[in-house]
């Protein structure tokens, strides 16, 4: 092998099995990205009521933003796509913001 083989993320050769192996554990982990995401949220839920809660308010903003993203997506144009969904999105964060306090 030469020294100019291609490296992966963590500097290993890529066609090696161990390079597979940690890439899959370590790098491309769908599940530890999504622990690790959700750390600030077992952060701040001390009861089992304000998980349910905010579980609640998570499924409520999660249905209702894509079903009006939905029926909006042909409507927007594509060089505002995006900034038309976060205000979508933002909208019923703040409407459930609103309605918890």
Known sequence: MSDDSKKGALGLRINTPLERFLNGIIVENPT???MIGMCPTLAITN????GIYMGLATTFV??????VIAAIRKIVPDTVRIPAFIVVIASFVTI?????H
Do not use: R, T
């Open 32 to 34: 530890l990205v999504l």
């Open 47 to 50: 009861c089992a009521m304000n």
């Open 62 to 67: 999660l249905a209702l933003s894509n079903a």
């Open 96 to 100: 459930v913001d609103l309605f918890m």
